[in-house]
């Protein structure tokens, strides 16, 4: 992980493990949400509500656990798993090889954990293994544990339903622009919990967007302008842009940052994060693309409202030669409003 999602993501390390009784005085969000996963057989990108969370590219036995409380709104929320079966084979082509097979495994399960208590509430949601003889995911009564599934708990809970459909060809794309097809697992929990603030992006009015060489042109020219604000050490500005997201992060995962500013500030640099030299040597680099803007992997999200380019192209490094390898990146999400502008929804480091 890159030095930038190392100091944005600092915070919520911490409160994973050291939330204590100070934040019932404290107005930010006092409990968390978690998703666990184990799967065999499958590389997978987690989505809540079409937002992607994190991803998992080993197709062994996995698992996997990690907060989802920044993709969450108050009510009915869509959990989804698009994931590819991968054989470990690829096609002369180079297109990797899945298929469907006996022995394939998804078990998620949901958690609430209250951060002054440490009380933990946890539903199961799905538990599913793959057939052959009945060439389809059979859902089992028992977690992957070999515990009873619980489906309803206070203030959370899943109906048991869920639906698995195909993926077009190379639709899941992974932080490394590879990209594959495969399936999608969707279900449902509800949240009563009216304390999760709403996504921003969607108050101001973000439009749907489509993969056109017009939209990849105008994305492309998002990411130079805020590459540009590094590089001129504009700070102030990306301090304003970036505003709505860590005012947001530090709502729901902090117990001491009440606004953007305390945020950013209570990370090792700060905003000087954003200078074009890092105290490692590391330095602002060109926007670097495995390949051009025409056929870079884009990342679409919220039905098409958000979009990225991955792998993210915002990168500090460290000159040729040296003997340490250290990269950074910095993890943006646009949005383009109905007036035009491209903004930031996300800065989404894919915990």
Not at 170 to 197: A, H, N, Q
Not at 199 to 226: G, I
Not at 261 to 275: A, H, I, P, R, S
């Amino acid at each position: 992980m890159g030095k930038i999602l190392r100091l944005l993501t600092a915070l919520f390390i911490a409160i994973c493990f050291l939330k204590g009784p100070s934040m019932a005085q404290n107005q930010n969000l006092d409990h968390g949400y978690y998703a666990k996963i184990q799967t065999d057989g499958l590389a997978w990108s987690l989505r809540v509500n079409d937002l992607y969370v994190r991803e998992n590219g080993n197709f062994g036995y996995e698992t996997s656990d990690g907060n989802i409380g920044m993709q969450l709104q108050p009510g009915r929320n869509t959990v989804s798993l698009l994931f590819s079966p991968l054989t470990g084979e690829t096609a002369e082509n180079g297109d990797f090889i899945f298929e469907l097979r006996d022995g394939l495994l998804i078990d998620i399960s949901i958690q609430r954990i209250d951060y002054a208590t440490r009380e933990s509430r946890e539903i199961n949601c799905v538990t599913l293994r793959y057939d052959m003889t009945r060439n389809d995911f059979v859902a089992e009564d028992k977690t992957a544990a070999g515990m009873d599934r619980v489906m309803v708990q206070p203030s959370l809970r899943t109906d048991g339903k869920f639906t698995i459909s195909d993926l077009p060809p190379r639709s899941i794309v992974f932080k490394t622009g590879e990209t594959i097809g495969g399936y999608r697992l969707d279900f449902m929990i509800e949240v009563d919990d009216e304390e999760l603030p709403p996504f921003h992006w969607r108050e101001e009015d973000a439009v749907q967007l489509e993969d056109s060489p017009a939209t990849r042109k105008e994305l492309m020219q998002a990411y130079q302008r805020l590459h540009d604000l590094i590089a001129r050490g504009d700070k102030a500005t990306i301090l304003r842009e970036a505003r709505p997201v860590w005012e947001r992060t530090a709502f729901i995962l902090t117990s001491d940052a009440s606004s953007a500013e305390e945020f950013v500030g209570n990370t090792e640099l700060g905003l000087d994060m954003f200078n074009q030299r890092h105290p490692d040597g590391s330095e602002l680099q060109d926007l670097r693309m495995k390949t051009g803007i025409e056929s870079a992997a884009l990342q679409f999200m919220d039905g098409g409202r958000l979009v990225r380019i991955r792998p993210d192209p915002i990168i500090w490094a460290l000159p040729p030669g040296s003997s340490k390898d250290i990269t950074s990146v910095f993890p943006v999400v646009f949005y383009k409003s109905e007036s035009g502008e491209w903004r930031i929804a996300e800065i989404n480091v894919g915990l």
